[in-house]
């Protein structure tokens, strides 16, 4: 679970290469940290490396890791690399598997020390994968971490016992408090400066020698019919040696009191409080979303209209303002106001994550969504989708099964993500530009469409495409704890920046090419006379702002998107849309929050910047040559369920392209969607065409 | 003597764990987590999914799984 929400962007590992050799320098030894999930592994990562590290793939992965510089003296500096944690180093998952050839040595980099992560309120539970990692004989230490915890609870862990007994050095610290962290750091610069003794393996007794490390790792793979011997049954082995460790090395004695995590649970796992509370968290959750990042939206909504008013006034009239206002800051201050959305989402799911919530809520949907094939774990995912899917198709790496996986990939992109309430938004502005209370439903409709063409897909992808059950749950329920507002800061910060860094590059180059493909080439003004003449309007007879409004339109009409859109056009015509907004469309298919800034472009290029009307304003008042409105109920409806459904997204493409291996899924994806949105909103639009 | 029950039919709070009748994955999954042949555990919940307590964790597994898993009983 701890990795639930903690991926990483597609193509950070085509430069991970470039990001190892800024970060190591030639000289630095690097350490890899080692440890099961939620034993505060990142914690310790974020205070020994103040925070500054860098997210990159495991070479030829889509699996991530952190990278970061610690200083441990004035003179010695090293690479920490920050492995996914894991319960055993089998090598069962492809998480398993990465860590497992990194600490042999056979990756990018080659570590010096392991660096081993233990919980001290949970030893036993997390000495098992120490004694895997113990039997690799490299140089180790080991860290007792929240040891204040421990403490306040009764126990008191005998670190010398506990050292002699792993044979490597084992220091206690509490990556809350900071206790620990000048030892941790003395001990690892003495095992790095001083000789390489040799390592006393841990678990080792005359009756069970232990496994030569190039095995060691592999054995579970073996016959199992002679369970019985430690050689074939290694996990009895390992967690019995690590429940007698645990019990030696507790010096108190004094049993660990779960009663509040059990009491808790009893209710939040229950059938149906479990499912209210789930409901209700939940709801909560996306209205404090929505509601708290309406402040900074606002002001960054008015910190590009401020810059776009700032730019026109600097540069002189012509084609470079109107590139850099309508182009650049039009269309790209249009999408980068969602971000305080997509920070705050991210912001919540970490805090939920790391208090142990997750996973319960996890439990409580996996009996409801695997009736439509997916498996609870995919919960997350799903979740995460709703800020964007690019993080959620990464976050499917929690799903082991490839099929379970599959169905998740292929449904995420239908859940609505950020990218889409700016058309949302619009739509609703225009649908009820006075009534909240039906743009409120509005939003939910859209929502709750989504969300059953997931499900509804997933159905079929089961009784077809996919067949077969998800496989079933297996989750560890880690203990409730405080969740740190650190971590969960700096997860916000990563993710958030790989939005305003991938998402607005393609915006960025979509915004520009947009803009000039309606604008040139340009329509000289005898070509415009000749038109005007030809359509028998009297130019004459026109006051200055007509003429204007004319002009503009003729003017894109004439550009290249005119004439794409006249060429489009028939096709979207069934669905109510007109050459503008068909072009919308079309150019929507790389990134779909694209349309309001090409519709803004399309329909707001032109005079008049001083008399600026909102965009709803100005689409409300849009009419065909013959006068009739262009955006009606019918047609408002159908734009809305067309981007519900329809997979409009470059990026997400690219990642489902590396996902899932191969190009196949990926043109799939983007079929059955496509498809799905036409056909449905053509039924929407014929329907209230019908009824209204 | 002593025979054997599926954990999904099984009565009571604690137990031990006989074997696990599961496709090799899963199996040293539950291993990993600490659910292996001989292991006593304790049963936090029935149900699907049902939760388990065993070398000082807390795992819930689905129902399907807990079919797979037979509990030592005291005939």
């Known amino acids: 679970m701890s990795s639930a929400v903690d991926t990483t962007e597609s193509n950070s590992s085509d430069r991970s290469a470039n990001l190892d050799s800024a970060d190591k320098k030639s000289s630095d030894h690097v350490v890899a940290m080692l440890g099961n999930p939620n034993v505060g592994k990142t914690s310790i990562f974020n205070r020994l490396t103040n925070l500054l590290a860098k997210t990159s793939n495991f070479p030829g992965t889509t699996i991530d890791r952190r990278i970061g510089r610690v200083e441990l003296n004035a003179t010695s500096t090293i690479t920490l690399v920050d492995l996914p944690g894991m319960y055993s180093l089998e090598a069962s998952s492809p998480e398993e598997q990465v860590a497992r050839d990194f600490l042999l040595g056979q990756s990018d980099l080659v570590p010096d020390v392991i660096l081993i992560v233990v919980d001290a309120t949970n030893l036993q539970r997390t000495l098992f994968v120490t004694r895997q990692a113990l039997q690799l004989d490299r140089p180790t230490l080991v860290a007792v971490n929240m040891i204040e915890a421990a403490r306040r609870r009764g126990i008191e862990i005998d670190l010398s016992t506990l050292a002699r007994k792993l044979g490597c050095p084992v220091v206690g610290i509490s990556a809350r408090t900071g206790e620990g962290f000048d030892r941790l750091k003395s001990q690892l610069n003495i095992i790095l400066s001083g000789p390489r003794l040799p390592l006393l393996i841990a678990g080792a007794s005359p009756e069970c020698p232990p496994h030569p490390a190039e095995n060691v790792l592999t054995i579970v793979t073996e016959d199992e019919a002679s369970c019985g011997s430690c050689r074939v049954c290694p996990y009895a082995d390992g967690h019995q040696w690590a429940s007698a460790l645990a019990r030696e090395s507790i010096r108190d004695g004094s049993v660990v009191s779960d009663e509040t995590t059990d009491r808790v649970d009893q209710f939040l796992t229950h059938r149906w409080f479990g499912l209210a509370v789930f409901l209700i968290v939940m709801v909560a959750a996306f209205s404090l979303v929505f509601w708290i990042a309406q402040i900074p939206m606002q002001w960054l909504d008015d910190g590009f209209g401020w810059l776009a008013g700032a730019v026109s006034a600097v540069l002189p009239e012509g084609d470079l303002q109107s590139l850099i206002v309508d182009g650049v800051i039009g269309g790209v201050g249009g999408v980068m106001v969602f971000l305080p959305q997509i920070c705050i989402l991210f912001f919540m799911l970490a805090i939920l994550e790391d208090s142990g919530y997750l996973a319960r809520a996890v439990v409580v949907v996996d009996r409801w969504m695997r009736r439509v094939g997916l498996p609870g774990q995919a919960f997350v995912p799903l979740l995460a989708a709703h800020a964007c899917a690019i993080p959620a198709i990464m976050a499917t790496k929690v799903i082991e099964s490839r099929r379970d996986r599959l169905a998740a990939i292929m449904v995420i992109p239908l859940m609505t993500c950020s990218a889409r309430l700016p058309v949302y938004t619009m739509i609703a502005a225009m649908l009820f530009p006075s009534d909240p209370l039906f743009a409120a439903g509005l939003f939910a409709s859209a929502y709750m469409l989504g969300m059953v063409a997931a499900f509804v897909v997933a159905f079929l992808l089961k009784m077809t495409l996919l067949p077969g059950e998800p496989s079933p749950l297996i989750l560890d329920l880690p203990p409730y704890r405080a969740p740190s507002l650190v971590n969960a800061l700096r997860y916000t910060y990563e993710r958030g920046w790989m939005f305003l860094r991938d998402a607005g590059t393609v915006i960025l180059m979509i915004s520009i090419g947009i803009w000039a493909l309606s604008t040139y080439p340009k329509l000289s003004d005898e070509r415009f006379a000749a038109e005007m003449v030809s359509r028998d309007v009297a130019v004459a007879t026109l006051d200055e702002t007509e003429l204007a409004n004319l002009r503009a339109a003729a003017d894109q009409e004439h550009a290249i998107i005119g004439r794409l859109g006249r060429v489009v056009a028939p096709v979207f015509e069934p669905l109510g849309f007109d050459w503008k907004i068909s072009v919308g469309v079309l150019s929507s298919f790389a990134a779909r929050e694209v349309v309001v800034s090409t519709l803004s472009i399309l329909y707001g290029l032109g005079p008049e910047p001083e008399e600026e009307t909102s965009l709803q304003q100005r689409l409300s008042n849009a009419t065909y040559p013959d006068g009739r409105p262009v955006f009606t109920p019918a047609t408002c409806v159908s734009l809305l369920v067309f981007f519900v459904l329809a997979m409009q997204c470059l990026p997400t493409q690219a990642v489902t392209k590396k996902e899932t291996g191969s190009w196949k899924w990926a043109a799939f994806q983007f079929g059955y969607m496509t498809v799905l949105a036409y056909v449905a909103a053509l039924i929407a639009y014929q329907t209230v065409s019908l009824v209204s | ?75």
């Open chain 2, 1 to 75: 003597m002593f025979s054997e029950i599926s954990l999904d039919q099984f009565v009571g709070t604690a137990g031990e764990i006989a074997r696990l009748d599961l496709p090799e994955a899963c199996a040293n999954r539950l291993k990993s987590l600490g659910l292996f042949e001989g292991q006593q555990v304790l049963l936090a919940r029935g149900g699907n999914p049902l939760i388990v307590k065993a070398a000082g964790g807390k795992i819930a597994v689905a129902g399907e799984i807990a079919k797979g898993i037979f509990m030592r009983v005291a005939l």
